[in-house]
């Protein structure tokens, strides 16, 4: 009894491993083979060769097993297989330190490229410009080196992905350095993305990152010869300007001279990691990766680490994205583009929710996508302990293959030669495949037998019957899954039978003038007749009229009409105006039953005009809306039209012109011309015409001598009354001399102020009365210039 329990446990283990390893056989393994020694391998990427057999590349630290040779610590190992797992031939590549092959690419010639990172400086290895750089290999069919080089600066550069491009191949990778073959660096790690010829020369190279670590992993193809390049990014400045959360999936959209066009961030507010990516046909990408996150451009999480599949167009806009995985870690690495869809490769450590089973600590997790995303069917291999696989293909006709590493011995790995082991699996293709036909249209009446070509299998369809076929004589979605041995498979079709679902354009309606309507028969058929003529079974309307479809399907005929009408909002504000100086104007923008918006905010019809500027106004009726729009402008008075002359001198022209750009003038006198000659004093007005609107100045001209007042007598008697012979100015002067003279022609008095009069005496004395001369100098202003004037005259002194 002591030994039985032991027994019945590993019994107990055995069947259940039996059980749990035969659910979900979709895919039939064709052989499970691990490669290696006593130390660590380890398959990073695995390529269907032209010539049926299998390229594998990783690296290995071994000295003994399957790797024929080492030049010290880890080399790059490519291993050539035949169909059935055989090695052909293998190869190891290096120096003394560690190289690691993540890459491979079968050129036209047969020849390889083989890529990865060196820390060597030896053995096979030269030009080593530091700590690690990229390390390139072409090699003959063979194997056989045909030339290596060296790629980096005085830090740490390393490549993940060769693929390529016209006129040469583009490599992704991240570096630190900012010398050698590399011109700067923003902090940490950049992504690092150049291009060789077949030679290996390096014809232009790029990186693009911010103060922290950013990972470039895979390119791509896009639109006219651009390139997708993807990968982690941690900075949030530099080129990073979106940056969501911890760690995003980084995307540029590079020229093919590696040029940055645009860089988009994705991802939530935790942590994402993108790993490879697969070009498409329309330029864009699907990108295999990991997320932490459950919101932001994540569409949910089952916990811990899942695998997320985001797919962009060639403008880096999100077509689809979804995760998959279960309660524990889950993580998707290669991709490859099968007949019907899609194939990842990664590892799961769940046994929940997407993930139907686990043997171990980690398994090699596949899973087929259909081409929206949608999980066809996913499957675990591997053993009790860490299998992973990073890689991924698809053999048209023959099935998948997968390769990663493992540490099993048991289950799916048939041993163990060391430690962690290369690993590549061979699978067949799907052995469950379901095809119920295309979506079907039936007239009237007609029925339709779907009967699924499956041997050995269950069926369950869409309204909970078993049997082996389904009759349908009625519109509806009709699916049923078939189950073998626990491989399930689903398949839908859409039937309509017509005139039992209404060919219906929708009712009569009333557009807005400018909108679009787009008719679309939304029937299957094999024919449609439009009262346009078209034959197809959408038409955009931009008129008013009564359309009609007719739609055809062998005998069967439907039709529909739809009266399509157009509300045109009529109303002018006017061409653009100009008006005068204080005048007003009245915009109209009346509608019956209608609603208004004007520029200031008002809401009335119509809205007077004050001041110049740009006036609209929205007019809204029955959920249409018009706008117009007009210019008002003012003429104003100009600043100055005549000159400010005050004084005109005996003798003296003055011309007076107002010189005012596109005017015409009409003068007091009725002259038209523009300018006047005065040579008198008086009143003048002139009457201005500019852009319709008329102004009008006047001025008023003195003689110059009536600018100052002299009297002509005076009597200093004592009485305070004209006691002192003094001039009055009677507008503003600027200097000022008087001077009086007796008939000898001696000079009495002298005053620099116009209001210091003499008083009749000299030197004190009271002088004699009689006849005095009298001179005075002065200057006015006239027109803002100083006019020098002078007037002489007598005056009598009377006691």
Same mark, same amino acid.
């Given at each position: 009894?002591?030994?039985?329990?032991?027994?019945?446990?590993?019994?107990?283990?055995?069947?259940?491993?039996?059980?749990?390893?035969?659910?979900?056989?979709?895919?039939?393994?064709?052989?499970?083979?691990?490669?290696?020694?006593?130390?660590?391998?380890?398959?990073?990427?695995?390529?269907?060769?032209?010539?049926?057999?299998?390229?594998?590349?990783?690296?290995?630290?071994?000295?003994?097993?399957?790797?024929?040779?080492?030049?010290?610590?880890?080399?790059?190992?490519?291993?050539?297989?035949?169909?059935?797992?055989?090695?052909?031939?293998?190869?190891?590549?290096?120096?003394?330190?560690?190289?690691?092959?993540?890459?491979?690419?079968?050129?036209?010639?047969?020849?390889?490229?083989?890529?990865?990172?060196?820390?060597?400086?030896?053995?096979?290895?030269?030009?080593?410009?530091?700590?690690?750089?990229?390390?390139?290999?072409?090699?003959?069919?063979?194997?056989?080196?045909?030339?290596?080089?060296?790629?980096? !600066?005085?830090?740490?550069?390393?490549?993940?992905?060769?693929?390529?491009?016209?006129?040469?191949?583009? +490599?992704?990778?991240?570096?630190?350095?900012?010398?050698?073959?590399?011109?700067?660096?923003? !902090?940490?790690?950049?992504?690092?993305?150049?291009?060789?010829?077949?030679?290996?020369?390096?014809?232009?190279?790029?990186?693009?990152?911010?103060?922290?670590?950013?990972?470039?992993?895979?390119?791509?193809?896009?639109?006219?010869?651009?390139?997708?390049?993807?990968?982690?990014?941690?900075?949030?400045?530099?080129?990073?300007?979106?940056?969501?959360?911890?760690?995003?999936?980084?995307?540029?959209?590079?020229?093919?001279?590696?040029?940055?066009?645009?860089?988009?961030?994705?991802?939530?507010?935790?942590?994402?990691?993108?790993?490879?990516?697969?070009?498409?046909?329309? !330029?864009?990408?699907?990108?295999?990766?990991?997320?932490?996150?459950?919101?932001?451009?994540?569409?949910?999480?089952?916990?811990?680490?899942?695998?997320?599949?985001?797919?962009?167009?060639?403008?880096?806009?999100?077509?689809?994205?979804?995760?998959?995985?279960?309660?524990?870690?889950?993580?998707?690495?290669?991709?490859?583009?099968?007949?019907?869809?899609?194939?990842?490769?990664?590892?799961?450590?769940?046994?929940?929710?997407?993930?139907?089973?686990?043997?171990?600590?980690?398994?090699?997790?596949?899973?087929?996508?259909?081409?929206?995303?949608?999980?066809?069917?996913?499957?675990?291999?591997?053993?009790?302990?860490?299998?992973?696989?990073?890689?991924?293909?698809?053999?048209?006709?023959?099935?998948?293959?997968?390769?990663?590493?493992?540490?099993?011995?048991?289950?799916?790995?048939?041993?163990?030669?060391?430690?962690?082991?290369?690993?590549?699996?061979?699978?067949?293709?799907?052995?469950?495949?379901?095809?119920?036909?295309?979506?079907?249209?039936?007239?009237?009446?007609?029925?339709?037998?779907?009967?699924?070509?499956?041997?050995?299998?269950?069926?369950?369809?869409?309204?909970?019957? +078993?049997?082996?076929?389904?009759?349908?004589?009625?519109?509806?979605?009709?699916?049923?899954?078939?189950?073998?041995?626990?491989?399930?498979?689903?398949?839908?079709?859409? +039937?309509?039978?017509?005139?039992?679902?209404?060919?219906?354009?929708?009712?009569?309606?009333?557009?807005?003038?400018?909108?679009?309507?787009?008719?679309?028969?939304?029937?299957?058929?094999?024919?449609?007749?439009?009262?346009?003529?078209?034959?197809?079974?959408?038409?955009?309307?931009?008129?008013?009229?009564?359309?009609?479809?007719?739609?055809?399907?062998?005998?069967?005929?439907?039709?529909?009409?739809?009266?399509?009408?157009?509300?045109?909002?009529?109303?002018?504000?006017?061409?653009?105006?100009?008006?005068?100086?204080?005048?007003?104007?009245?915009?109209?923008?009346?509608?019956?039953?209608? &609603?208004?918006?004007?520029?200031?905010?008002?809401?009335?019809?119509?809205?007077?005009?004050?001041?110049?500027?740009?006036?609209? +106004?929205?007019?809204?009726?029955?959920?249409?809306?018009?706008?117009?729009?007009?210019?008002?402008?003012?003429?104003?008075?100009? &600043?100055?039209?005549?000159?400010?002359?005050?004084?005109?001198?005996?003798?003296?022209?003055?011309?007076?012109?107002?010189?005012?750009?596109?005017?015409?003038?009409?003068?007091?006198?009725?002259?038209?011309?523009?300018?006047?000659?005065?040579?008198?004093?008086?009143?003048?007005?002139?009457?201005?015409?500019?852009?319709?609107?008329?102004?009008?100045?006047?001025?008023?001209?003195?003689?110059?001598?009536?600018?100052?007042?002299?009297?002509?007598?005076?009597?200093?008697?004592?009485?305070?009354?004209?006691?002192?012979?003094?001039?009055?100015?009677?507008?503003?002067?600027?200097?000022?001399?008087?001077?009086?003279?007796?008939?000898?022609?001696?000079?009495?008095?002298?005053?620099?102020?116009?209001?210091?009069?003499?008083?009749?005496?000299?030197?004190?004395?009271?002088?004699?009365?009689?006849?005095?001369?009298?001179?005075?100098?002065?200057?006015?202003?006239?027109?803002?210039?100083?006019?020098?004037?002078?007037?002489?005259?007598?005056?009598?002194?009377?006691?």
């Amino acid at each position: 009894m002591p030994t039985l329990a032991p027994k019945l446990s590993f019994l107990f283990l055995f069947f259940a491993a039996q059980c749990l390893a035969q659910q979900k056989e979709c895919v039939i393994p064709l052989w499970s083979k691990n490669y290696g020694g006593s130390g660590n391998e380890q398959a990073n990427a695995a390529i269907h060769a032209s010539d049926g057999s299998l390229l594998v590349a990783g690296y290995t630290n071994s000295t003994d097993g399957d790797p024929t040779g080492n030049f010290g610590n880890r080399d790059y190992w490519l291993l050539k297989l035949d169909s059935a797992g055989n090695i052909l031939w293998e190869k190891t590549y290096g120096g003394t330190a560690n190289e690691i092959a993540k890459s491979v690419l079968e050129l036209p010639d047969g020849d390889l490229l083989l890529l990865g990172s060196t820390s060597s400086a030896d053995g096979q290895v030269n030009g080593n410009h530091g700590q690690e750089d990229v390390w390139i290999l072409r090699l003959s069919p063979a194997g056989n080196i045909v030339w290596a080089r060296c790629y980096g !600066g005085s830090d740490n550069e390393s490549a993940e992905k060769i693929i390529p491009v016209p006129g040469g191949f583009v +490599v992704a990778g991240y570096a630190q350095s900012k010398d050698g073959d590399l011109q700067q660096n923003q !902090g940490d790690f950049d992504y690092w993305i150049f291009k060789i010829d077949g030679d290996g020369n390096l014809l232009w190279s790029k990186t693009y990152g911010g103060s922290l670590a950013d990972w470039a992993y895979s390119p791509s193809l896009s639109d006219n010869g651009n390139l997708l390049i993807t990968g982690s990014s941690f900075s949030d400045d530099g080129d990073i300007t979106g940056s969501i959360g911890f760690y995003d999936y980084w995307v540029l959209k590079l020229s093919p001279d590696g040029n940055l066009i645009w860089a988009k961030n994705y991802g939530g507010p935790f942590e994402e990691r993108a790993y490879n990516s697969l070009g498409t046909a329309d !330029g864009g990408c699907i990108i295999t990766g990991a997320t932490l996150s459950t919101s932001g451009d994540v569409p949910g999480n089952n916990g811990s680490y899942d695998c997320w599949i985001l797919r962009l167009d060639a403008d880096g806009n999100i077509t689809w994205t979804q995760t998959y995985g279960g309660a524990q870690e889950d993580r998707a690495f290669g991709i490859a583009e099968a007949e019907d869809g899609y194939l990842i490769s990664g590892f799961s450590s769940s046994m929940s929710g997407d993930v139907s089973n686990n043997y171990g600590i980690k398994d090699g997790w596949l899973l087929k996508l259909d081409d929206n995303g949608a999980l066809l069917w996913e499957k675990n291999f591997g053993g009790s302990q860490d299998d992973r696989f990073y890689t991924t293909g698809f053999i048209p006709g023959e099935g998948f293959f997968a390769a990663g590493s493992s540490l099993s011995d048991d289950i799916d790995l048939p041993g163990n030669k060391g430690q962690r082991d290369l690993w590549v699996i061979r699978l067949g293709p799907d052995s469950l495949q379901l095809n119920l036909g295309n979506d079907t249209l039936l007239c009237a009446g007609e029925s339709l037998t779907l009967k699924p070509e499956v041997d050995d299998a269950t069926f369950l369809w869409q309204n909970g019957t +078993v049997s082996d076929s389904f009759t349908v004589n009625s519109t509806g979605t009709y699916w049923v899954e078939a189950d073998r041995q626990g491989c399930k498979a689903r398949d839908t079709i859409e +039937v309509e039978v017509l005139g039992e679902v209404p060919l219906e354009l929708g009712n009569d309606t009333v557009l807005c003038a400018g909108e679009t309507l787009m008719l679309q028969a939304q029937i299957l058929a094999d024919d449609f007749l439009w009262s346009t003529g078209s034959t197809a079974n959408t038409i955009s309307v931009i008129e008013p009229g009564t359309y009609w479809v007719e739609a055809t399907a062998g005998q069967c005929k439907v039709a529909d009409t739809i009266q399509v009408d157009f509300l045109t909002i009529e109303f002018d504000l006017g061409e653009d105006l100009l008006l005068c100086e204080g005048e007003k104007t009245t915009l109209d923008a009346t509608v019956e039953n209608a &609603d208004y918006l004007w520029q200031d905010g008002s809401t009335a019809p119509t809205y007077t005009v004050t001041e110049p500027g740009t006036y609209w +106004v929205q007019v809204g009726e029955s959920g249409c809306i018009e706008f117009d729009t007009v210019e008002i402008s003012y003429q104003f008075r100009p &600043d100055s039209i005549l000159p400010n002359y005050e004084y005109i001198c005996e003798n003296e022209v003055i011309w007076l012109e107002p010189s005012i750009p596109g005017a015409s003038y009409i003068w007091n006198d009725g002259s038209q011309n523009s300018k006047l000659r005065v040579i008198q004093p008086g009143d003048y007005r002139v009457t201005v015409l500019l852009n319709g609107c008329s102004f009008e100045d006047a001025i008023s001209l003195r003689p110059c001598e009536s600018c100052l007042y002299v009297p002509n007598a005076f009597s200093p008697d004592g009485n305070g009354i004209n006691d002192v012979f003094r001039s009055f100015p009677v507008c503003e002067i600027f200097y000022f001399e008087m001077k009086v003279f007796d008939r000898w022609g001696n000079l009495l008095f002298e005053s620099y102020d116009p209001s210091m009069g003499w008083d009749g005496r000299f030197k004190g004395k009271k002088l004699q009365p009689g006849t005095y001369a009298w001179w005075i100098s002065y200057e006015i202003m006239n027109n803002g210039k100083r006019i020098p004037l002078s007037q002489k005259g007598e005056v009598y002194l009377m006691l």
